[in-house]
């Protein structure tokens, strides 16, 4: 028993630490956590930590605390899986909840509302790059490439994310030729972002729903959270600005750990400290099911080529969204040349800097913003 407890104190502060500490994103968060379990504290080869990693893109929600869960599981058992998961979100949570009071009390009076006047356009060089670097990998043929560059085509045009989304799946296992009469209960996921919680209001239970939806098909690196909050609070249910998503992405690179607690800064614009808390528990609660369920089907997972398929088509389609909206939001700041300086700059230190950390880049926009805003 001191042993077992030994070994759950070891998974909550490592986790914990990372959790405080884990600027970057989840490609950064997921190198810190290769040296701390593989080549420091050699609890699994790396081979397993690999496996693991390749089954958390099988399924929906955020890859690093997943991974988080994945690797508390293999020191610790069951216990381990929830404090590791537990542990890395919960500093994120309250950072952006501390940051969402600091903005909706501030955000809006004129010594703070520059800071956040750069933040916008620098946010928007991050996506740029988030976009690229998730196009080489979910670019993976010819065939990905055309259905992507068609989904961001169809975007920009005004129709549906996720149906885009949903369309993008089938069609691609269609094209690829791995449709058979095997289960295809997997397809049917991202029909769940059709469907609209119960009234119109952001109330705590449509607001814990709606987030229950986008991570129940939230594939891939949590970047891609941006498509589906755009497609599902702005424009499906207006409840968010285009402005209002920046300011939440924003906040999300601003604090350590995983970007999704977007969803708490979001959940406290909505509703409060009590939405904040109902956005991050439907944000998160799926995760740890799904790598419950990992731990026994990882091997089947890996195998299932009809299901990987699918992914790398929902992949693909959700990068070509993401440049539609990358392109969207840099358009609404193209005729403010302050703006576009900081859009300019971010992006190039985003693609040519790869060592600087996106909070460095939020911080530097912010400050920049504060003086060019000062400009007549």
Known sequence: MAVKLNKIKEVFFLFFKLGCIAFGGPAAHISMMEKEV?????????????????????????????????????????????????????????????????????????????FFYGIKPAV??????ASFKLGKKAFKS????????CIAVLSLLGIDEFILILVSGIIGMIWLNILSNKNHTSIFAPILLLIK?????????????????????????????????DAELVENLGWLTKQQLLDAIAMGQFTPGPV????????????????ALWASLGMFLPSFFLVGLLVKL???????????KFLDA????????????SL????????????????????????????????????GGGLLGYLLFMIP
Not at 298 to 308: C, E, F, G, N, T
């Open 38 to 114: 593989v080549t420091k504290r050699k609890w699994m080869t790396r081979q397993h930590f690999l496996d693991m990693v390749g089954a958390t893109n099988l399924v929906p929600g955020p890859n690093s605390t997943q991974m988080t869960m994945h690797c508390g599981h293999v020191r610790a058992g069951w216990a381990g899986l929830f404090i590791g998961g537990l542990s890395f979100i919960t500093p994120a949570v309250f950072f952006t909840l501390a940051l969402a009071i600091i903005y909706t009390e501030y955000g809006e009076v004129p010594a703070i509302a520059p």
């Open 124 to 129: 928007i060089g991050i996506i740029f790059d």
């Open 142 to 149: 010819w065939h990905l490439i055309a259905l992507g560059i």
């Open 197 to 229: 919680p119960i009234g119109i209001a952001a109330s705590n239970s449509s607001i814990f729903i709606s987030f229950l939806k986008i991570a129940l098909v939230l594939f891939g690196s949590g970047y891609v959270l941006i498509a589906y909050i």
């Open 260 to 275: 999704l607690t977007t969803a708490t800064f979001v959940g406290y614009q909505l509703n409060g400290i009590s939405g």
């Open 298 to 308: 990882i091997p089947w997972l890996r195998k299932s080529k009809m299901l990987s």
């Open 314 to 325: 929902v992949n693909a389609g959700a990068v070509g969204i993401m440049i539609a909206i």
């Open 328 to 363: 969207k939001l840099g358009y609404e700041l193209a005729f403010d040349w302050r703006a576009l300086v900081l859009m300019g700059i971010s992006t190039f230190v985003a693609f040519k800097l790869r060592q600087v950390s996106s909070f460095w880049i939020i911080i």
